[in-house]
């Protein structure tokens, strides 16, 4: 394992804080796990003040069932003392460094992204983010970030493109709507958490008595 640790990666790292679990969960993404009264899932747009820059995020997350987050995706621009443009995608830790991170849309040419720095809980692949990059990700329909685990199988993990142009040419949202995002989203996945634990529990008495 190792890091970077210049000035912008520290922004850039700064700028996607999430929690992740590296089991086999199954996942669903944060626009399927959106309640009736979420604000709008998916793709969306932050952006703040670091250190002498400004920095923008356009992010999508996938989570697990439990609600932890194994996958994030973030278009990041900083702009001020630090300009830089660059494209992260976060996963699990106990990853095969090496081949890094493929990014393919619509089932086009994979792209390779090189790791960047692991930390004890996930390691964040990067690569610099161009205006060609960002029209295929407009035009897509789907994209798919595959890394590969200790025991050499792919994780690949698919998100939808749905939303992302209107995320990254529109406004950020606000830093209450952020949070009130998390929140709402964090219940949601509690909440199917314990429908599928009360489901299981249904079905292993179900089998004690068939016995």
Same mark, same amino acid.
């Given at each position: 394992?190792?890091?970077?640790?210049?000035?912008?990666?520290?922004?850039?790292?700064?700028?996607?804080?999430?929690?992740?679990?590296?089991?086999?969960?199954?996942?669903?993404?944060?626009?399927?796990?959106?309640?009736?009264?979420?604000? *709008?899932?998916?793709?969306?747009?932050?952006?703040?003040?670091?250190?002498?820059?400004?920095?923008?995020?356009?992010?999508?997350?996938?989570?697990?069932?439990?609600?932890?987050?194994?996958?994030?995706?973030?278009?990041?621009?900083?702009?001020?003392?630090?300009?830089?443009?660059?494209? #992260?995608?976060?996963?699990?830790?106990?990853?095969?460094? *090496?081949?890094?991170?493929?990014?393919?849309?619509?089932?086009?040419?994979?792209?390779?992204?090189?790791?960047?720095?692991?930390?004890?809980?996930?390691?964040?692949?990067?690569?610099?983010?161009?205006?060609?990059?960002?029209?295929?990700?407009?035009?897509?329909?789907?994209?798919?970030?595959?890394?590969?685990?200790?025991?050499?199988?792919?994780?690949?993990?698919?998100?939808?493109?749905?939303?992302?142009?209107?995320?990254?040419?529109?406004?950020?949202?606000? #830093?209450?709507?952020?949070?009130?995002?998390?929140?709402?989203?964090?219940?949601?996945?509690?909440?199917?958490?314990?429908?599928?634990?009360?489901?299981?529990?249904?079905?292993?008495?179900?089998?004690?008595?068939?016995?």
């Amino acid at each position: 394992m190792f890091e970077k640790n210049t000035p912008s990666m520290r922004m850039a790292l700064s700028a996607l804080v999430f929690a992740f679990a590296a089991g086999g969960a199954s996942v669903v993404s944060a626009q399927e796990a959106a309640a009736p009264s979420a604000p *709008p899932q998916g793709w969306f747009k932050t952006c703040s003040k670091q250190e002498e820059a400004d920095v923008c995020v356009v992010q999508n997350q996938v989570l697990a069932q439990n609600g932890q987050l194994i996958t994030a995706v973030g278009l990041i621009s900083l702009e001020g003392k630090v300009n830089r443009k660059i494209l #992260q995608v976060t996963v699990p830790t106990a990853r095969l460094i *090496p081949p890094g991170v493929s990014m393919q849309i619509d089932g086009g040419k994979a792209q390779k992204i090189d790791y960047a720095v692991c930390l004890p809980d996930r390691c964040t692949a990067e690569i610099p983010l161009t205006d060609a990059m960002v029209a295929s990700l407009k035009k897509g329909g789907e994209v798919v970030f595959t890394s590969i685990n200790v025991r050499r199988a792919p994780n690949p993990i698919k998100i939808s493109l749905e939303g992302f142009t209107g995320a990254f040419d529109g406004e950020a949202i606000t #830093q209450n709507q952020a949070e009130e995002r998390q929140r709402l989203l964090q219940e949601q996945m509690q909440k199917k958490a314990e429908e599928s634990r009360k489901a299981l529990e249904k079905a292993q008495d179900a089998a004690k008595q068939g016995q």
